[in-house]
């Protein structure tokens, strides 16, 4: 009998709640109607956690344990997960027990109906400070804006993934993932559930500022040129200004206001800088050119085939 369902851990330190995790998810998986499999991804702990994986595996050979040579970052640990992962749907979720396990049979019920992606959508974030909160929300709103990709807001990598949308993003050769723009970016048909996610179990937060702001700005730069474009828009700005700058000091000096030829100087750097910012937004749209080829993104992603041999 092939493995159904993959739950994927990624760990790094963990120490501390992986116990807890591995009893709560067992205890989870155990109610599955089918077989299971538990990919553990150490993502280079340099505490206990490895060891302690090394143990779960002996004892239950539902775990599985991929282990990475150093820290190579969350979103390169569940990439790992997904591609070792043999089962049918994929569920990714925190080492820490934020993302609750019980939530995940509502999310098998979703892709029983025929879904795709069931992705968590947190109701409410408990143990968390204000200030990651009012970041977290102002992000994903402006992220959405800039990039045209409705990526779900509120949501983290906690999620079903089938098969087929699993498979479609594993072959996105891309090395900079940021898998919650990628998830949405292969379509299929997505749905959310709500949960509340609840504080850490023990221990402290992996992502530190730096991997938060390598998380975000991922986010924009995988996922839209609009930085790129952005200098186009503001040399067309300055080319715009200048020309109203030159019309106003033409006026002034018509109607004896002013009289220094000075004044032409200030709408004519005006126009330079127009135009070098232009020259650098024409450099900008091939550079995104380039980047999209070299992301090497399938052009299309079909979902299914109907009376092809
Ligand atoms: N994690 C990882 N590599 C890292 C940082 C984090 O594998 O470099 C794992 C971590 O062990 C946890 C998950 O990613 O299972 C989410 O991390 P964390 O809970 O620290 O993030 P937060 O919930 O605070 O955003
Ligand atoms: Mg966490």
């Not at 109701?123 to 402006?142: D, H, I, V």
């Not at 509120?154 to 072959?171: C, E, P, Q, V, Y």
Request: aromatic share 12%; charged share 25%.
């Amino acid at each position: 009998m092939s493995v159904k369902y993959s739950i994927i851990i990624p760990v790094y330190n963990e120490e501390k709640v992986l116990d807890k995790c591995y009893e709560e998810v067992k205890k989870t998986a155990e109610k599955f109607d089918d077989k299971y499999e538990i990919v553990f991804v150490n993502d280079g702990s340099v505490d206990k956690s490895l060891d302690m994986l090394k143990d779960i595996a002996k004892s239950d050979k539902t775990v599985k344990v991929v282990s990475f040579s150093r820290n190579f970052g969350h979103q390169p640990a569940v990439s790992a997960g997904m591609k070792e992962a043999v089962g049918e749907a994929l569920i990714i979720l925190d080492a820490d027990l934020q993302d609750p396990p019980e939530v995940v049979h509502e999310m098998i019920k979703k892709w029983k109906e025929g879904y795709d992606i069931v992705y968590g959508k947190r109701s409410k974030r408990a143990g968390e400070k204000p200030l990651k909160k009012f970041t977290a929300f102002l992000y994903y709103r402006f992220l959405a804006r800039i990039t045209g990709l409705n990526i779900p807001k509120d949501t983290g990598d906690f999620r079903l993934i089938s098969r087929k949308a699993a498979d479609a993003i594993i072959n996105m050769p891309e090395k900079n993932r940021y898998l919650r723009g990628m998830n949405t970016w292969v379509g299929f048909k997505q749905i959310e559930v709500l949960y509340d996610r609840s504080a850490r179990a023990a221990g402290e937060t992996k992502y530190t500022m730096k991997k938060m702001v390598k998380l975000a700005s991922d986010g924009i730069i995988s996922n839209t040129n609009f930085p790129l474009s952005f200098i186009m828009s503001l040399g067309i700005f300055f080319g715009v200004m200048s020309f109203l700058g030159y019309v106003a000091v033409l006026t002034l000096q018509l109607l004896g206001i002013i009289a220094n030829p000075i004044y032409w100087m200030f709408p004519s750097l005006g126009l330079c800088l127009g135009i070098v910012l232009m020259a650098l937004g024409i450099i900008g749209i091939y550079l995104g050119r380039v980047y999209d080829e070299v992301k090497d993104r399938p052009i299309y992603i079909i979902s299914e085939k109907i009376n092809f041999e």
